[in-house]
């Protein structure tokens, strides 16, 4: 059964625009919520984190959204750049160090 | 640091044969991770380590895989007999409770 859920396997959005990649979870007594990005033939890395005491956490283009009523949260790229386009996984930490990942989402950013 | 270091890069190798993995973690990392990568499941954990130790092996899918660590700067992964169905991306990771590091993955090929 997963735990974090990512329902979109892939994601098109125009150079320029705004995206918006969603994370469903299960566990409420998950504290931290993790986003991890992957190019082909590399080992995923980190990109953003956000506590569940927050509910944004800003780094420059990127923004994680925690809507914790909804066990919901969601990554914005604004604006997309063509080297955004990886495989985006959502994490959860439910212990001290181990982490639960979602399917992944596959993000195309078309010129 | 050349980060978390995993071998071989590929490997093919036809049913019924031993195979192992290996990874060398970041030095002063205390927590080892092996995760599988599948479009089916996305990335799920098999085991971690903390300061050498198995700390949850309850993602190991079957009693054909083990795992060891018998020293701080390495791991191993081994899978006898293989099968088809273990063909995927297989990710070592370590941390030192700050964040994650992963390697560049092994993809392993059953025919």
């Known amino acids: 059964d997963q735990q974090v859920k990512q329902n979109s396997p892939s994601l098109s959005v125009q150079e320029g625009r705004i995206s918006i990649l969603n994370c469903d979870y299960t566990?409420?007594?998950?504290?931290?919520f993790l986003w991890y990005k992957k190019y082909p033939a590399e080992g995923p890395t980190f990109l953003i984190s956000i506590s569940s005491i927050k509910d944004k956490n800003e780094d420059g283009r990127f923004t994680v959204f925690l809507n914790k009523s909804a066990k919901h949260l969601s990554l914005h790229i604004v604006p997309s750049q063509p080297g955004d386009s990886a495989v985006y996984f959502c994490?959860?930490?439910?212990?001290?160090?181990?982490?639960?990942f979602g399917k992944g989402t596959r993000l195309h950013i078309l010129p | 640091d050349a980060g978390v270091i995993q071998s071989p890069r590929h490997e093919v190798t036809e049913m019924g044969q031993e195979v192992t993995l290996r990874c060398k973690p970041i030095s002063g990392h205390d927590y080892l991770f092996w995760y599988r990568q599948t479009m089916m499941r996305g990335l799920e954990l098999l085991i971690y380590?903390?300061?050498?130790?198995?700390?949850?092996d309850s993602g190991m899918p079957e009693d054909r895989f083990s795992a060891k660590m018998p020293n701080a700067s390495f791991s191993t992964l081994k899978i006898q007999p293989s099968e088809p169905r273990d063909s995927a991306v297989y990710f070592c990771?370590?941390?030192?409770?700050?964040?994650?590091?992963f390697g560049s993955g092994t993809r392993l090929t059953v025919v």
């Open positions: 380590f903390n300061n050498n130790v198995p700390i949850d």
């Open positions: 990771a370590s941390s030192n409770r700050v964040g994650y590091t």
């Open positions: 566990n409420s007594m998950f504290d931290y």
């Open positions: 994490a959860a930490n439910v212990e001290d160090d181990k982490i639960i």
